[in-house]
Nanobody
């Protein structure tokens, strides 16, 4: 098993940046593809970004493409999400998730382990 802990959330203004981190313990994170998801109040959890085990490939939701960047440091057992040009509609609880899948996937059901989430609030 792997345990995931997110950090870095907070309250910012529109146009600001935040960097979220996901730290893993237990099994090495390099065994897993990692994704970031978010859930706003009253809405379904939605895919944000994902990165392969090696970090060589990434995918993004259209709503964040060009503004967010996912990266990983397998030596440090961490995955980060750099969020730039934040908008009020980015407000949500952000979760990182790890899955044993070999391909990049946007489906929540493909991820086996989840963190507890970190709140991001963007004011206008």
């Amino acid at each position: 098993q792997v345990q995931l802990v997110e950090s870095g959330g907070g309250l910012v203004q529109a146009g600001d940046s935040l960097r979220l981190s996901c730290a893993a313990s237990g099994r090495t994170l390099s065994r897993y593809a990692v994704g970031w998801f978010r859930q706003a109040p009253g809405k379904e959890r939605e895919f944000v970004a994902a990165v392969t085990r090696s970090g060589g490939s990434t995918i993004y939701a259209d709503s964040v493409k060009g503004r967010f960047a996912i990266s990983r440091d397998n030596a440090k057992n961490t995955v980060s999400l750099q969020m730039n040009s934040l908008k009020p509609e980015d407000t949500a609880v952000y979760y990182c998730a790890a899955g044993s899948v070999l391909r990049l996937t946007t489906a929540t059901t493909d991820y086996d382990y989840w963190g507890q989430g970190t709140q991001v609030t963007v004011s206008s």
